[in-house]
């Protein structure tokens, strides 16, 4: 019998194949996460080989399923994004899920075009790592409009939507506390610019480490804009005031990035003049010299949690409503070290 004649494959192929019964191919396809792991493997590859996988498609498509989950990113390019797509796809694989991604580069035109796609239900739900409700038919979209949606990494404080992500505050007050037993009494935080939620909470942690202790210590912030470019700007625009930090504790590893290669480039030293702590632990920063002391964020957790989040949503057709902060980690490396005598960073040399 030719390709082109051969009966399309049913049910019942798969079931004895599998050597289990309809009723449990049927489960295994619709509620995966509700299947002994083995029976499941034992279904997937009858279904393989039988060429079912297309009914199943095509039931999923008349339950009005998909089995897929969007996952907007303002920039794929974002070295924390592979880790929690990791997390992400994990999860979804797990549970019979596929993942979609939509990245948007901040351009409204393709956000637009994304919730286009989501309306024709090729995606039952939604993974936000963008830090807003995107376009979905106007200026005024609310999450009533979305399906059922998680936000990572960025919350949407404005909304009643899902949100998992590090502790940012609490990661932060870790780095300032570090960097004040290293001695350091003026430490400066280079934010993520103006309007970065992310910012304003890690900078409310780097206030709050400064305030635990009863001496008086310095604090004050200066703009960045989460770019290494930014990073360097701002070491710039210090330099022209009368009074320099002796610490940096930057909103991101880019940003510490920017800031060690200005320093150097102005003949300092790091850390014996100034020391630097980043944030994210993302791929580059043990390997610039010296070596980023950071805050890690588990990223793949966060996607998994995210994901698990977003599937029990689907099943109870309900928006999920939780929020869960994870515990970042101080991971110290080369690019802190005990503050300078008093003055000594101000007469080097370029």
Not at 77 to 89: H, K, M, R, S, V
Not at 192 to 199: A, F, H, K, R
Not at 235 to 247: M, N, Q
């Amino acid at each position: 019998m030719t390709e082109e004649t051969r009966k399309p494959a049913t049910i019942e192929d798969v079931a004895k194949l599998a050597g289990v019964s309809i009723a449990t191919v049927s489960r295994a396809i619709r509620n995966p996460e509700k299947v002994a792991e083995s029976t499941r493997k034992k279904v997937t590859a009858a279904i393989a080989r039988t060429g079912y996988t297309a009914n199943a498609m095509a039931q999923n498509l008349r339950m009005k399923r998909s089995k897929m989950v969007m996952v907007m990113a303002p920039s794929i390019a974002d070295p924390n994004f592979p880790t929690i797509l990791i997390g992400l796809e994990k999860v979804a694989n797990e549970r019979g899920y596929g993942v979609l991604i939509g990245n948007t580069e901040g351009e409204i035109a393709l956000e637009e075009g994304h919730m286009r796609f989501l309306s024709t239900g090729m995606a039952d739900g939604l993974v936000l790592l963008t830090g807003h409700v995107p376009v979905a038919g106007g200026p005024h979209a609310t999450p009533a409009q979305l399906p059922p949606t998680v936000a990572v990494g960025r919350p949407i404080e404005t909304e009643d939507l899902a949100y998992v992500g590090v502790d940012d505050v609490a990661a932060s007050k870790m780095a300032t506390e570090y960097l004040v037993s290293l001695g350091h009494r003026r430490i400066v935080y280079v934010t993520g610019g103006p309007g970065n939620i992310v910012s304003e909470h890690r900078e409310r942690g780097y206030r709050l480490g400064l305030a635990e202790y009863s001496e008086p210590l310095e604090s004050w912030s200066i703009d960045g804009d989460t770019s290494s470019e930014g990073g360097r700007a701002a070491v710039e625009r210090l330099f022209i005031k009368d009074t320099l930090p002796t610490a940096f504790f930057c909103f991101n590893d880019n940003t510490a990035i920017g800031v060690i290669s200005a320093l150097r480039l102005r003949g300092y030293r790091v850390p014996e003049d100034f020391s630097v702590i980043g944030f994210d632990d993302i791929p580059f920063a043990s390997h610039i010299t010296p070596a980023l002391t950071t805050i890690r964020q588990p990223r793949s957790l966060i996607g998994e949690r995210a994901m698990t989040f977003l599937l029990d949503g689907l099943e109870t057709r309900e928006q999920p409503r939780q929020t869960e902060l994870l515990h970042g980690d101080l991971v110290v490396r080369e690019s802190c070290g005990p503050a300078p005598a008093s003055g000594h960073a101000l007469n080097r040399e370029p």
